[in-house]
T-cell receptor
């Protein structure tokens, strides 16, 4: 069974600092890995998708890396802003297009 | 970009009521739709996989008779929570997959907050 773990569960940083969010998964047989953003009581916003053959993806201030063999991904958010406050979810796609999610990293950026 | 519409966004109803949630792909055909449930501060848990024209595949521990799923067309799947009770209160989210290979991302609805009194 695929299990996804995200650490830390919650973190607070002052505005301007870089954020580092970690995700690990137990089964390396994945098709891709996605990072999502979820605001309280809202749905999911896809941030980055890394195919299993790729090592990283970048979008603006966001950079995500993938080490499939070790079952790890890291999301970097540069120069954090208060608007980055949200929960960040990591999910892997495995057999039959199913997604396994972590519990999320709850981020607060302090102005 | 691909858009998935989920309706209603919020439901508050009495115990024993059946509630239907709709998930529509607006600008693409979704051969597969997924239904998830999320409890507070928990991850999204896959409930079932819905394929157009066939029976849904439920994850272990999810009651088929409790959570009825219908995928009647390539753009619409519905989840009906039958005889809902307070323990069914949760955030339900659907996603749709265009069916062009596993490397294509799923597209998510905005979710439905279900509160059973």
């Amino acid at each position: 069974k695929q299990e996804v773990t995200q650490i830390p569960a919650a973190l607070s940083v002052p505005e301007g600092e870089n954020l580092v969010l970690n995700c690990s998964f137990t089964d390396s047989a994945i098709y891709n890995l996605q990072w999502f953003r979820q605001d309280p009581g809202k749905g999911l916003t896809s941030l980055l998708l890394i195919q299993s053959s790729q090592r990283e993806q970048t979008s603006g201030r966001l950079n995500a890396s993938l080490d499939k063999s070790s079952g790890r991904s890291t999301l970097y958010i540069a120069a954090s802003q208060p608007g980055d406050s949200a929960t960040y979810l990591c999910a892997v796609t495995y057999g039959n297009n199913r997604l396994a999610f972590g519990k999320g990293n709850q981020v607060v950026v302090i102005p | 970009g691909a858009v998935v519409s989920q309706h209603p966004s919020r439901v508050i109803c009495k115990s024993g009521t059946s509630v239907k949630i709709e998930c529509r792909s607006l600008d693409f055909q979704a051969t597969t739709m997924f239904w998830y449930r999320q409890f507070p501060k928990q991850s999204l848990m896959l409930m079932a996989t819905s394929n157009e024209g066939s029976k849904a595949t439920y994850e272990q521990g999810v009651e088929k008779d409790k959570f009825l799923i219908n995928h009647a067309s390539l753009t619409l799947s519905t989840l009906t929570v039958t005889s809902a009770h307070p323990e069914d209160s949760s955030f339900y989210i659907c996603s749709a997959h265009p069916g062009q290979g596993a490397n294509q991302p799923q597209h998510f609805g905005d979710g439905t907050r279900l509160s059973i009194l």
